[in-house]
């Protein structure tokens, strides 16, 4: 969809969230003041907003803004990232990496719910108040007074207009939901008394967090836990990462119950994080050859009562596989088998904590790259995988990635980034990753303590104590020779901090 072109045959303006650009002017503005963008900036929005919708590569901005000159891809990721950077200023309310999205392999766009055309900023009643006054004779004593005051009526009349077209416009733009912040939502955990329903535990787990973790609406608190990435599905009621509570609004709790005729239901309540109270609660009947549809009723009422602009993701694949541990099955079985995006994550994510060798997990990986493009989640537990398999290097290549750019700061990443910059002799990003390492780990851990261990006799030893309590529920990370718990120590480490 090229809306740069409609916009200057129509004569209108962008909207940008709560921005506006203006294509004749070649300006972004607030309403109040013009946003600088450098030429290369403006080139590269453009090109943005004549493709909504369609990923541009990296090659067709280096054709369109650098007119096929030669440079580097790393020149075209650090002006997306410097214009991301420009919007999360200005829009603080959405995600600047939910502005310009990064499609894996493909490119950047823009998405078409966050733009549309409306009338432009006029300056012209501004203008012609100033010519009056520049033009108009001084008023003689006698008529100063009535003067000044139909000059003082007539700007406020002049400026009140102004701002209810500005506010006319962002309202048809919530309207049209530019302006819905996201939800920031926490999975706590799915509890079943019996044993027969564990196996639709699980089933109702994997899909719940592809279907959240994919959703442009939802901020999943969980993605910013360090133990995210470092807890099995299998082996917990919990969904990982459920001891993000610092970082959500909403709690969503599951419990699977039988009633009085034996028939499952799937309990469902929201929670207000901070107080604990109900806010919405429902039952589904629960037919385990439905999973998916129970999910996508689940995730049409919840859309209803967020009012989100579009649905929650919606699942599309049922289970192909039975969701097996993976020390039950022939892993060769597996690996030819078709399936779903969800389970390709669960079993990518399950594998990080089985006791296959290194060329099983390597097959593993080769199958998922070859299959699917990766979502930025599925390559950052590609990139955690490629590290337990043993391949280090290539791991810390993956974790440089522009798709890390799309994963919501983790300490654990910012810690495994940290170590990289250190190593290369980037002690300056090495620094900021490890400022933002830290800092992340408030997410779990009080504010108070993570502040304390900077004042620490033993900074080494306060640093591990913090990631010991961050990582509490991590049981296979202190174990010894842990390749992870390897990773914490090398940022922990007092030659670090030098």
């Known amino acids: 969809m090229d809306l740069l072109d409609e916009a200057k045959r129509t004569g209108n303006a962008i909207a940008f969230a709560n921005l506006i650009y203006n294509p004749a002017s070649k300006t972004l503005s ?3 003041k013009d946003i600088p963008l450098e030429p290369r900036n403006i080139a590269l929005l453009e090109v943005l907003l004549s493709n909504i919708n369609q990923p541009t590569s990296i090659e067709e901005f280096i054709t369109q803004v650098w007119e096929s000159q030669y440079v580097s891809k790393n020149v075209v990721t650090n002006r997306i990232s410097l214009l991301r950077n420009i919007l999360r200023e200005n829009i603080p309310d959405i995600d600047s990496n939910k502005l310009i999205v990064t499609y894996p392999k493909k490119g950047y766009y823009i998405p078409q719910s966050h733009v549309q055309l409306v009338e432009p900023f006029n300056k012209a009643s501004r203008v012609s108040c100033e010519n009056i006054a520049k033009n108009t004779p001084k008023p003689t004593s006698s008529k100063k007074t009535l003067s000044l005051s139909l000059l003082v009526v007539a700007s406020l009349t002049i400026l ?7 506010f006319d416009v962002k309202v048809k733009s919530k309207g049209q939901a530019l302006y819905v912040p996201q939800v920031r939502l926490l999975l706590d955990q799915i509890s079943s008394s019996k044993q027969t329903t564990r196996r639709d535990a699980l089933k109702l787990k994997v ?6 973790s994919h959703s442009p609406y939802i901020h999943l608190a969980n993605m910013r836990s ?8 299998s082996e917990h009621d919990y969904f990982p990462g459920s001891d993000a509570l610092n970082d959500s609004d909403y709690k969503l709790t599951f419990n699977l119950i039988k009633d009085d005729s034996d028939t499952d239901k799937l309990e469902v309540i929201l929670n207000h994080s901070a107080s604990a109270r109900v806010a919405w609660r429902n039952i589904y009947t629960l037919n385990g050859q439905q999973l998916v549809e129970t999910i996508n009723r689940l995730n049409s009422d919840l859309t209803e009562y967020f009012k989100l602009p579009k649905p929650i993701v919606s699942i599309e694949q049922n289970l192909k596989t039975d969701l097996s541990t993976l020390s039950e099955i022939q892993f060769e079985q597996l690996v030819n088998q078709d ?7 669960f079993y990518t994510r399950e594998l990080l904590f089985s006791t296959q060798s290194e060329e099983v997990l390597t097959q593993w990986i080769n199958k998922v790259k070859q299959t699917t493009p990766p979502s930025p989640e599925l390559h950052m537990l590609l990139a955690l995988l490629t590290y337990r398999a043993g391949d280090i290097e290539k791991s810390l290549q993956m974790l440089q990635r522009e798709y890390v750019a799309e994963i919501p700061s983790n ?16 002690i300056e990003q090495y620094l900021s990753n490890y400022l933002k390492a830290t800092a992340a780990l408030t997410i779990t851990l009080p504010a108070t303590q993570v502040l304390e261990h900077y ?3 033993n900074k080494q030893f306060a640093c591990l104590g913090l990631w010991k309590d961050a990582l509490a529920n991590i049981g296979s990370i202190h174990m010894p020779n842990s390749i992870l718990w390897q990773g914490v120590e090398r940022f922990c480490a007092p030659t670090n901090q030098d």
């Open 339 to 345: 399936m779903s995006d969800a389970e390709i994550s």
């Open 411 to 426: 300490a654990l990443i910012l810690m495994l980034q940290a170590n990289i910059s250190h190593k290369t002799h980037n």
């Open 455 to 457: 004042t620490s006799e």
């Open 226 to 233: 360090p133990s995210y990435y470092l807890m099995s599905l």
């Open 160 to 166: 009140v207009t102004l701002v209810n077209t500005f």
């Open 207 to 212: 899909l719940l967090l592809h279907s959240y």
């Open 30 to 32: 607030d309403g109040n």
